[in-house]
């Protein structure tokens, strides 16, 4: 009851309170997807936060690093931690899924996702070892499958593929600055500022990918008390609409 009592009242505050403004408590070190930045850091500024690939943050774990919580852009890398006994049981809190993203100025006049596979259309995707690169390859293969684009899309759109990047943030970055033609990225990446500058196109249902983001504690975290108290917010329905304002897709609530 006490502890239940405890998340209640660290609710009102988090939500009550400007970003950053969480007086006398224990600061936190949350390792998290890149595309989480500005979901994650919506509950408060003030913590420490390691946005990178969610591939890169699992290797700092598994080579000591010291934090309190890991949220993933892919189940692999929590369940993964799960194994080798660094982290506790994951739990998945939110879904994203992938949308296409050109220049404002559409240089290269791409009208369609079959346009990707035109020669001389740069592309620019994360690569493998990172979810969102794994994610966008898969989407390449099933649009290979779909009616109305050619067998072989996937190995044209591939072979336009000018750059890889190692987070999903490098690669909004480089078709926000124009340096690249397209590039897949997370829907809760066309930020508001993001938007300014690019267009979007969605990805038909049948070909797209339902990314599932797993948060987990870290066992041996130096603050595991406050880490389990900043994960029950998430889970939290207030945080759940709090993630849902920053583009995901959140999942049932189980916290009140």
């Known amino acids: 009851m006490g502890r239940r009592l405890g ?4 609710l009102a505050v988090l939500l009550a309170a400007p970003a950053g403004a969480k007086p006398g408590a224990t600061r936190l070190t949350i390792f998290a997807a ?19 690939g969610s591939n890169t943050l699992a290797a700092q774990i598994q080579q000591g690093a010291p934090a309190d919580v890991f949220a993933s852009a892919s189940p692999q890398y929590t369940q993964d931690l799960y194994r080798r006994k660094l982290v506790e049981k994951p739990v998945t809190f939110a879904s994203n899924r992938l949308v296409l993203i050109v220049p404002k100025s559409n240089p290269a006049r791409i009208g369609k996702l079959q346009d990707l596979s035109r020669g001389g259309v740069k592309i620019v995707i994360a690569s493998d070892a990172v979810p969102v ?6 989407v390449f ?13 996937a190995t044209r759109a591939l072979r336009n593929v000018v750059s890889e990047e190692e987070n999903v943030k490098s690669v909004v970055s480089k ?9 897949l990225v997370y829907r809760s990446d066309v930020t508001p500022a993001v938007a300014r500058y690019v267009r979007l196109f969605e990805i038909p249902d049948s070909a797209n990918v339902i990314a599932t983001y797993p948060i987990a504690l870290l066992k041996d975290g130096p603050a595991h008390d406050a880490a ?10 207030n945080g759940q609409r709090v993630l849902e304002r920053r583009g995901l897709m959140p999942v049932a609530a189980n916290a009140p």
């Not at 078709?175 to 590039?183: F, N």
């Open 7 to 10: 998340v209640v009242l660290l």
């Open 34 to 52: 890149a595309s989480l930045t500005e979901a994650f850091q919506s509950f408060d500024r003030n913590e420490t936060y390691s946005f990178a």
């Open 133 to 138: 690169g794994h994610y966008s390859r898969t």
């Open 141 to 153: 293969r099933n649009l290979s499958r779909a009616e109305g684009f050619p067998s072989d899309f």
């Open 175 to 183: 078709v926000q600055l124009g340096e690249a033609d397209a590039a």
């Open 228 to 237: 389990k108290a900043f994960i029950d917010l998430v889970l939290s329905a």
